[in-house]
């Protein structure tokens, strides 16, 4: 088996995510034969590092020793079991941790098995909830601008990334939409904490003239990752929080990209001390071994559903797939190396290597910013430096750069023109430069006419 003799089968019967297929005409498409540490390792023995995490969700690496382990051990027991009327171990182990981990007040875990079923989990909980303490006018949602919750219709609806809802628009429910906190619209010498703060006047604003009809605020903490890494100051969660209290509406925080340390805490909602209602966890969860998600919520949520059944007041959603038996055993596993290894800790050096090694970026004529919060870091390539005038979208410049990263043997998938790192937290620090390295010279290269 070669790359060539698996990629023709692979474009003869499969259909990718996120991909237009004829571009696999003239680019290929790679069979990876086995992954370990940061590493990818394809048929032909080319190795690419995952500077990505595999779309977010790997965080101790491929082939984790200890990850494996438990999955070799779960698999002898239970595989999978339906989880209405049964339960298991580790679902509920599991439970009990994230219910430890996560801000206080969340005490309640529903799991779903991915992250846009946990989106549309959290928003029919809140719908649900109102409907049950007899405020049913409750309809609608607040997301913001730039926001991206999932490609389900809900969470398709409650995002606002143009490119993957425009073509959906006549099939979603209609939202109300608010202008965003993303501090790279911020004036010359205007800080993140008073752009965002300023910018969050036009929430209040929109909670003081709807929360009559609102359910609920959706929104990703600190960093609008899929919304081209946008990233913004906790401030903005701090006044949300209040503000929601004051409006009584509900506050959904999406963690399903930031959660598990990838901003530098545990989770992004602790940089701002706040709790929410719900709070949407995927992807890391697993330590990106396995689909999984949860919902964690309170218990004056869980309490508005438990009633006699003739009321007819219960969650009734489902997935087959529910609280799966190997997914939640990753799941613990990876919370134990958190654990074992004190990674947040940890991470703090690596995250301040990722800075020092793209802090030139910024000196490039064609680069308009450097940002950073915690393990993620987002450079974002402009035609004009000055008016920060963006390159077409149809010149497709990351996409360059990701070619050229390839051949180089780093793995880089940058959003429209923004180029961002996300690696595993077991990367070393030659390999924090390998990416660097790679990413500035692909960024000469994609940019040089
Ligand atoms: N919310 C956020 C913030 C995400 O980044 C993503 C996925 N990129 C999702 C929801 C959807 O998760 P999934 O792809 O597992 O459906």
Redesign the pocket.
């Known amino acids: 088996m070669s790359n060539q003799s698996l990629s023709k089968r692979d474009l003869s019967v499969l259909w990718h995510p996120c991909t237009q297929m004829k571009d696999h005409e003239s680019s290929a498409i790679i069979p990876i034969k086995k992954a370990y540490g940061v590493w990818l390792e394809d048929f032909d023995g080319n190795r690419y590092l995952d500077a990505i995490s595999s779309?977010?969700?790997n965080l101790f690496g491929h082939a984790n020793p200890h990850i494996n382990a438990a999955l070799k051990d779960q698999i002898d027991h239970l595989e999978q079991v339906i989880f209405a009327g049964f339960s298991h171990e580790p679902a509920i182990k599991l439970a009990e941790q994230l219910v430890a981990v996560t801000p206080p007040g969340l005490k309640r875990c529903f799991y779903a098995d991915?992250?846009?079923?946990?989106?549309e989990v959290a928003l029919k909980m809140s719908f649900h909830y109102w409907r049950n303490n007899n405020q049913a006018q409750k309809t609608k949602f607040i997301t913001l601008e730039n926001?991206?919750?999932?490609?389900?219709l809900g969470?398709l609806a409650v995002?606002n990334v143009a490119l993957y809802k425009e073509t959906y628009a006549p099939l979603l429910m209609e939202v109300i939409t608010v202008p965003g906190p993303d501090c790279y619209h911020r004036e010359s010498g205007e800080s993140w904490a008073d752009y965002s703060t300023r910018r969050f006047a036009l929430m209040e604003q929109t909670l003081q003239q709807h929360a009559e009809s609102v359910c609920a605020v959706i929104i990703?903490p600190l960093v609008?990752?899929?919304g081209n890494m946008r990233m913004y100051d906790p401030i903005y969660l701090s006044l949300l929080r209040a503000a929601c209290d004051k409006y009584q509406v509900h506050l959904i925080v999406?963690?399903?990209?930031?959660g598990f340390g990838r901003t530098g805490t545990l989770f992004a909602c602790e940089q701002a001390a706040i709790s929410p209602d719900f709070m949407?966890l995927?992807?890391g969860l697993t330590g990106g071994y396995l689909?999984l998600?949860a919902v964690m919520t309170t218990n004056k949520i869980y309490q508005a559903f438990y009633d006699d059944y003739h009321k007819l007041n219960a969650f009734l959603h489902s997935h087959s797939y529910t609280g799966n038996a190997l997914a939640c055993r990753a799941g613990l596993a990876s919370l134990e190396l958190f654990q074992q290894n004190n990674v947040i800790e940890n991470n703090k050096r690596l995250a301040a290597i990722m800075k020092t090694m793209t802090a030139h970026f910024i000196e490039h004529p064609h680069v308009a910013e450097v940002r950073q919060i915690g393990m993620i870091v987002a450079i974002e390539l402009v035609k004009n430096k000055l008016s920060k005038e963006p390159y077409p979208w149809q010149e497709r410049r990351g996409l360059k750069v990701y070619q050229y990263a390839l051949t180089k043997g780093v793995l880089l998938r940058p959003l429209g023109n923004v180029i961002y790192f996300m690696p595993p937290y077991v990367i070393s620090e030659e390999e924090l430069y390998i990416i660097a390295k790679v990413a500035f010279d692909g960024i000469q290269w994609a940019l040089k006419d």
């Open positions: 779309w977010w969700v991915n992250g846009s079923a946990a989106v926001s991206y919750h999932g490609e389900t969470a995002g990703e609008q990752c899929a999406d963690e399903i990209a930031v949407c995927s992807k689909p998600s």
